[in-house]
């Protein structure tokens, strides 16, 4: 079983910076990529960010690339999302998701974590 558990969101205004940290509990996090989602009231669950297991591959969407940074440390069993140049339509639920095959026992998702940018 494994827990994930964000941490890090807030209130900032447009310009600045967060950083977002998702921590697992267990012993497979080294083992599995990681995203970041996020959620906008009214809007589907759009993805943010993916790293590889041993963190030498990432993805960003379209809207984030140049701005966030995705990064792992595996001896921590954690996961970070640094966000600059903030805007408001960044605004939303951030949720940390463990990407395990069905097949081998299926994915994690933590319960999120809130970020608001005000412009």
């Known amino acids: 079983q494994v827990q994930l558990a964000e941490s890090g969101g807030g209130l900032v205004r447009a310009g600045g910076s967060l950083r977002l940290s998702c921590a697992a509990s267990g012993r497979i996090f080294g083992a599995y990529s990681m995203g970041w989602y996020r959620q906008a009231p009214g809007n589907e669950r759009e993805l943010v960010a993916t790293i590889t297991n041993g963190g030498g591959g990432t993805t960003y969407s379209d809207s984030v690339k140049g701005r966030f940074a995705i990064s792992r440390d595996n001896a921590k069993n954690t996961v970070y999302l640094q966000m600059d140049s903030l805007k408001p339509e960044d605004t939303g639920v951030y949720s940390c998701?463990?990407?395990?095959?069905?097949?081998?026992?299926?994915?994690?998702w933590g319960q999120g974590t809130q970020v608001t940018v005000s412009s």
């Open positions: 998701h463990l990407d395990r095959p069905r097949w081998l026992g299926g994915d994690y």
